[in-house]
């Protein structure tokens, strides 16, 4: 079962360690040495890095590796640097500079205010399944996962100079758009297509790439991307992060296959669980959204662990993700680490270094 990964960074001056919009020149600079394996993204602010599909978590961390280094030398070489956060910690970044185009014209039209703090940074992680009816119904076994993946990968805390309180502030901004968060509980890609469709219709959408759901069936591509959590600080971290959503992803196509439509999970449920895991990331109390009991967020992870584990294991990826697993335990999330950073000396000029640091960090878990 192939993988790949998309990772958004920001740009930020060397000096000021700021947001700043050169992501053109970087990604014009970091082109002759990763070709496609790196683009722009909808505003000027970020760099998208890609991965090509592949069949392995070591393949896969060390195209990650490479892109992130790649990247970094690039921006390095115009006097800038790039952060590995899901939020700015310094700058400006309000309103956005988009990009232009006439997809971001219409986006522009139809969005309008929500256009104007798209400087968020994402890990999109996709997982090859060609049969969109199988993609649709693993998304729904997935539903009751994701607060979970969002506690695990919660890596932005400041905004606009300030700390949020939150442990994923850039998932409450996606919360805001008509499309966004937890997908709907789907029978069919019929069914898919059909909302989709009318979706199109009330002008919630630009069009089918503008959908932000947290896992969807890829646009443009035979997999199921899996798509709700912020930027992970490091390359390890991705790759570790990759490895146990395609593990999550292996573990329940056997249900799928023998009829099982998936739980039914209630909406409120939803959205109280990933409010909670914004807020608190790895360091609270998560929800069950079955039972609605309030558990550990660490004793809700373990509950991921363990039904991911006939995938790992089948991938061979249990040592990786449980080496990350113990170091989150340890370390905790970004979102720890980035104010940990800030409490040496009470700068936020240091989040920006220690970020600058770690996202060009070439590490594993296993």
């Not at 997935?142 to 309180?165: E, H, I, K, M, Q």
């Not at 009829?259 to 998560?286: H, I, L, Q, S, T």
């Not at 040592?319 to 990350?324: I, K, L, S």
Request: proline share 5%.
């Amino acid at each position: 079962m192939r993988f790949g990964v998309e990772e958004e960074f920001l740009v930020v001056d060397a000096e000021t360690r700021s947001v700043t919009a050169r992501a053109g020149d970087v990604v014009r600079a970091a082109g002759g040495r990763l070709g496609a394996r790196v683009a722009g993204e909808i505003t000027e602010h970020q760099v998208e890095g890609r991965t090509d599909p592949c069949d392995s978590a070591g393949e896969l961390a060390g195209q990650l590796a490479e892109g992130r280094a790649a990247i970094a030398a690039a921006a390095a070489g115009l006097g800038l640097r790039i952060i590995a956060s899901g939020t700015p910690v310094l700058g400006d970044a309000v309103p956005a500079p988009v990009t232009r185009g006439e997809r971001q014209d219409r986006g522009n039209a139809t969005f309008r205010g929500l256009h104007a703090e798209l400087s968020l940074c994402a890990l999109h992680v996709h997982v090859e399944i060609p049969d969109r009816d199988t993609a649709v119904l693993v998304s729904n076994h997935l539903r009751p996962y994701l607060p979970v993946l969002l506690a695990l990968a919660a890596n932005s805390p400041y905004w606009d100079g300030r700390d949020t309180g939150y442990a994923s502030w850039r998932s409450l901004f996606w919360a805001r758009w008509p499309v966004a968060g937890a997908p709907p509980y789907f029978t069919s890609a019929a069914h898919y297509d059909e909302l989709v469709a009318m979706l199109v219709e009330a002008e919630a959408l630009v069009d089918a790439g503008t959908i932000f759901w947290d896992v969807r069936p890829s646009a443009h591509l035979p997999t199921l991307e899996v798509r709700g959590a912020d930027v992970p600080m490091t390359a390890a971290e991705s790759a570790a992060m990759a490895a146990l959503v395609r593990g999550l992803v292996a573990s329940l196509l056997p249900l799928v296959e023998s009829g099982d439509p998936g739980p039914v999970v209630e909406p409120e449920m939803m959205r109280v669980a990933y409010w909670k895991a914004a807020r608190d990331g790895m360091a609270g109390a998560g929800v069950d959204v079955l039972t609605g009991a309030t558990l550990p967020a660490r004793d809700l992870a373990a509950r991921l662990l363990d039904a991911a584990l006939p995938g790992l294991e089948e991938h061979g990826d249990l040592a990786r993700v449980t080496g990350w697993l113990t170091t989150l335990a340890e370390d905790g999330d970004g979102a720890a680490r980035q104010r940990a950073a800030e409490a040496k000396n009470g700068l936020l000029t240091d989040v920006v270094d220690h970020l600058v640091e770690q996202t060009a960090q070439n590490g594993t878990f296993n």
